[in-house]
């Protein structure tokens, strides 16, 4: 049994931070139908027009797509009646969008007390920026992410994870669940709100943390994190990401960092002989592991030592992802057959429960399941769905 067996989420997301909170909600069971406009939503066409993008098949597992103008009075109607059969709204328009379509919240919960509304935006529905339009990399600026990240005597940098936009889907869906949850005990919805730039302020509170010890704006730290030997060493190949990284943070793991490169001798040495001293000569104590580093991938650096105790890893590029063993085992990576791009490779959920088995499905094409949907819970016929077809207030995929 899936874990969210019988919970059902119409979802009117678009681009990554909404289909990432509904995508998670389908990988756990949960029936999830995409309602979406004449077209597709945007990030359908993020390649260009003419065929679904790879960034939009990512975000769109175990989804169902209904192609309903809301726009339209009938697209509206269509949606309400909808509406009382399904538990959990989500939507991440920009903000007054829902309301325009005269269905914001207040609308949604006189046709359906118990619905949960999940509304995700960039600077979150109040407030005096609550208007400002934001992206990922917006929010991240904004929630303080490219302060702390790039050389310490460069230009803020921005991250290149889409951490905000996965993250607030990840807060959402966390939300979504937690109202669920509420609700099975006093059978009321809720309205569930997510921020991107609170979304990246909460991945900051280490880095914030360090502000109560310090006075002036937390420093941006580069590769270097202060405590050798610490740090991202070249590795054979001389490629842009041949390249380990190692983080000893402890005396145990600097005995066994030495023991596996064979240098016990730089324990003698008294200019690595404590933390101090390393410290102080952080720069000499590098090249001295850089040396063991060159002469070895950057698999053969994370083998070695992750198999002595040390933290380390290689610098992983995308076709590394793609091609690694341990995500191989793990069944991280799938193989999907899909109608236009044949079998295509994605990853699948990160999220592993014991005794809940989802099947992972392809994303939907746009309004593939328009007629069964329709049919199904609104007993609409053949002829009325052609009627309305006709008229633009809904698609239905015809290959």
Not at 109 to 129: L, S
Not at 143 to 167: H, I, K, L, N, W
Not at 328 to 345: F, K, L, M, N, W
């Amino acid at each position: 049994m899936a874990a969210l067996d019988g919970v059902r989420v119409l979802d009117l997301t678009q681009y990554e931070a909404g289909t990432s909170c509904t995508q998670y909600l389908a990988w756990f069971g949960a029936d999830v139908v995409k309602i979406e406009p004449p077209g597709g939503e945007p990030g359908r066409h993020t390649e260009g027009p003419g065929r679904d993008s790879l960034y939009f098949l990512s975000f769109n597992h175990n989804k169902r797509s209904v192609c309903l103008d809301l726009a339209t009075p009938e697209g509206k109607e269509i949606f309400l009646r909808l509406l009382p059969r399904f538990d959990v709204v989500v939507e991440n328009f920009t903000l007054g969008t829902m309301e325009k379509l005269g269905l914001g919240y207040d609308v949604l919960k006189e046709h359906h007390p118990a619905v949960i509304y999940a509304t995700i935006k960039g600077f979150g529905t109040y407030g005096p920026y609550a208007n400002f339009k934001s992206f990922d990399w917006v929010a991240q600026a904004a929630g303080g992410g490219f302060s702390v990240t790039g050389e310490p005597d460069g230009p803020p940098m921005r991250p290149g994870a889409s951490v905000c936009d996965t993250g607030s889907g990840m807060h959402a869906a966390m939300g979504i669940l937690a109202a669920y949850i509420q609700r099975l005990r006093t059978g009321k919805g809720q309205m569930v709100e997510i921020a991107l730039q609170e979304t990246m302020t909460n991945f900051m509170r280490q880095q914030l943390s360090l502000r109560q010890r310090r006075p002036g704006p937390v420093p941006r730290r580069g590769n270097k994190l202060g405590i050798p030997p610490s740090d991202l060493y070249p590795c054979a190949g001389g490629g842009p990401n041949d390249w380990a990284f190692i983080m000893v943070v402890t005396d145990r793991m600097w005995d066994s960092l030495l023991a596996a490169i064979d240098r016990l001798d730089l324990n003698d040495d008294p200019r690595f002989s404590t933390l101090r001293a390393r410290i102080q000569h952080g720069e000499e104590l590098y090249e001295e592991i850089a040396a063991w580093t060159r002469q070895r991938s950057k698999f053969e650096v994370m083998e070695t030592l992750g198999a002595a105790g040390v933290p380390c890893s290689a610098v992983y590029d995308s076709d590394d992802i793609f091609a690694d063993k341990h995500l191989r085992a793990r069944g991280q990576v799938r193989t999907i057959s899909h109608p236009v791009y044949g079998d295509v490779e994605m990853l699948a959920p990160p999220i592993h429960l014991s005794d809940s088995d989802v099947e992972m499905v392809r994303a939907p094409l746009l309004g593939e399941h328009t007629s069964d949907v329709l049919t199904a819970e609104l007993g609409l016929d053949e002829p009325a769905l052609a009627r309305l077809e006709a008229d633009g207030v809904v698609a239905r995929y015809r290959g």
